[in-house]
């Protein structure tokens, strides 16, 4: 497939994501990689078909002895730049096997799959999480839709009042401040919430740590990152959304979610955070998976012009 985008930076892991020693299998733009992180956290990514007979890398193992990646049909070994290793550690003089060139900064692993730049890695998440302690990722998905329904849901300030009115308890959402700035744009959001049932409670325990009243901060680096920045009872929630094109109707989705609070949080808390956050993924996922073919809409709603700026980033790209 053509790639979707071409330039644009992604954000294809968390090195929290990867394990030590362990082969991963991702997915950028139709092609297949496999991504490791060896025990001194250096980060290397390989096409994922062995060059010999194609058999699928991540499905073979570590060797940490001489850093490289077997091959599971016949143990090849290849190190990170895709070289052929041998059982005495000599190296082949050229690569055999293509590598996927990553950059990562501090625990963030990025990629620009091998083509040439045309953003520069953003900054956002190193800046709005300065002081913040980071708690994990969650909504881990390959959500069965194009990028471009993927992104717009992020700024669709419409939709939660419907896509998350149960379990959330959502009635309205406003947005009160709109700045677009090219690839960067901010928005300022309110949005009411009904009093939530002892049951409900139960339901979803993060209902607890909502206000009646949520005003979130969002900033967005089209198009990988929609970031929110939430005041809730346990301290301020910083949460990043993050997007990459695995194949023409596959759209990969994960969210970094970091902690700023001056209060002794344990481990459940942070569970339900997490939990909450995978549930929002969920249920934008299940619609975008769902929408019929686009048609020309015969409604208008109001602040509509955050997503009509996006669409028309994607399609001028």
């Not at 644009?8 to 990867?18: D, E, F, G, V």
């Not at 998440?125 to 992020?154: C, K, Y």
Request: proline share 7%; with cysteine.
């Amino acid at each position: 497939m053509n790639s979707i985008l071409p330039g644009a930076p992604w954000l294809i892991a968390h090195k929290s994501m990867l394990g030590i020693n362990r082969p991963n299998k991702i997915t950028l733009n139709g092609q297949d990689y496999v991504l490791w992180q060896n025990s001194q956290k250096e980060i290397f990514a390989l096409e994922n078909s062995c060059p010999h007979m194609q058999a699928p890398l991540s499905n073979g193992w570590m060797c940490q002895k001489r850093n490289t990646i077997a091959c599971p049909f016949h143990a090849l070994e290849f190190d990170g730049q895709g070289r052929l290793v041998d059982q005495d550690g000599q190296i082949s003089s050229r690569p055999v096997a293509n590598s996927l060139s990553c950059i990562a900064i501090g625990d963030l692993i990025w990629t620009y799959g091998n083509l040439e730049p045309k953003l520069p890695i953003p900054d956002l998440i190193s800046r709005l999480t300065e002081g913040f302690e980071f708690i994990g990722v969650t909504g881990v998905r390959s959500i069965q839709a194009n990028l471009l329904d993927s992104i717009l849901i992020n700024y669709d300030f419409n939709h939660p009042p419907g896509t998350h009115r149960e379990p959330f308890k959502l009635i309205a959402s406003e947005v009160k401040e709109y700045q677009p700035n090219s690839y960067y744009t901010k928005v300022m959001q309110e949005t009411r919430t009904n009093e939530p049932t002892f049951k409900e409670l139960l339901r979803n325990p993060a209902l607890l740590f909502s206000p009646k009243v949520i005003t979130n901060s969002f900033e967005y680096a089209f198009p990988s990152i929609t970031s929110i920045l939430q005041n809730t009872a346990v301290g301020k929630v910083a949460q990043f959304f993050m997007l990459y094109p695995e194949q023409e109707k596959s759209t990969k989705s994960f969210v970094l979610v970091y902690l700023q609070t001056s209060n002794l949080i344990v481990p459940y808390v942070k569970r339900t955070i997490l939990k909450a956050l995978d549930l929002v993924i969920e249920q934008d996922a299940g619609t975008v998976e769902t929408l019929y073919p686009r048609q020309e809409p015969k409604i208008r709603l109001p602040q509509e012009e955050v997503m009509f700026h996006a669409a028309k980033l994607y399609h001028e790209w």
